[in-house]
């Protein structure tokens, strides 16, 4: 009986120490933080995405800036643009500002669910205007030259208007079509040892197959890099390397 006792308060202690000790170091990280609290607490809710897979495009972002990554950022699927904003800030503080960033949403109907089928309050938490994205990004202080928005289904919207060389290229549109067209046109002009994230991975089906399709078909084998458990991140290797 005592054995079991202290099983049961060991296994709820591993519990709380996980779930403490999995996010101390990110919460130590100041200058993350600081950006952090701009784009993903309860109070700024402009992203959807977790802190571990916004620290993961912080880092990212330092990485190409730091690397001298040629290209530009894109993000396909932006929401209220809090991820954007995050990659805004961050080019801000490693003064790179130079760079364009490119984001494409369809607007509005969200997840594939069809938008008549959603509450009230679900469809007002879901929709986003084309000007409150902007005015989101365009808070962050990035040149807004340097901001290309385009906007309707990325079906139809790329590759007619797309940055010639990418440095990162986020996709976060949930579904097979739109991942696979994505990956299909921006994989070939994105630099290599440039970024790739998949935001939905493990998350929707559609968004994993297409990856898996389409890095199948790519002769060169990358390392899908588990960010949590739905992100994964990868670095475009080297065109030598096979
Ligand atoms: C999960 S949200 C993006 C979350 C956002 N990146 C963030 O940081 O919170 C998915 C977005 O993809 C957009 N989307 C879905 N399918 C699309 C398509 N085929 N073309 C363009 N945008 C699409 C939706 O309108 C929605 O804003």
């Known amino acids: ?39 993903g607490t309860r109070k700024s809710k402009y992203t959807l995405t977790s802190m571990e897979r916004c620290y993961s495009l912080y880092k990212a972002i330092q990485y190409i800036t730091k690397g001298d990554i040629l290209g530009d950022i894109v993000e396909c699927g932006v929401w209220r643009g809090g991820s954007a904003m995050l990659a805004a800030l961050t080019l801000i503080k490693s003064q790179q500002t130079h760079r364009k960033i490119y984001l494409t949403d369809k607007d509005i109907d969200i ?16 929709s986003v205007s084309l000007d409150e994205v902007k005015k989101n990004i365009f808070s962050t202080g990035y040149p807004k030259e340097n901001i290309i ?3 309707g289904m990325v079906q139809d919207t790329i590759p007619n208007t797309v ?10 549109t949930d579904l097979y ?12 002009k994105t630099t290599s040892q440039g970024v790739i994230i998949i935001d939905d991975y493990g998350h929707f089906q559609g968004s994993q197959e297409a990856t898996e399709k389409y890095l199948s078909q790519n002769p060169q084998k990358v390392l899908l890099h588990r960010i949590d458990y739905s992100c994964r991140v990868w670095i475009k290797p080297s065109p030598t390397l096979k």
């Open 1 to 39: 009986m005592f054995k079991n006792f202290i099983r049961r308060w060991d296994g709820r202690l591993r519990k709380y120490a996980d779930r403490y000790l999995n996010r101390s170091d990110l919460e130590k990280d100041k200058e993350f933080q600081n950006l952090y609290s701009k784009v």
């Open 111 to 126: 997840h594939g669910v069809p938008y008549r089928l959603l509450w009230k309050k679900e469809k007002e938490f879901l």
């Open 149 to 151: 928005f385009v906007k």
């Open 163 to 172: 940055p010639k060389q990418i440095a990162l290229l986020r996709l976060d």
């Open 177 to 188: 079509e739109s991942t696979y067209h994505e990956l299909f046109h921006l994989y070939p």
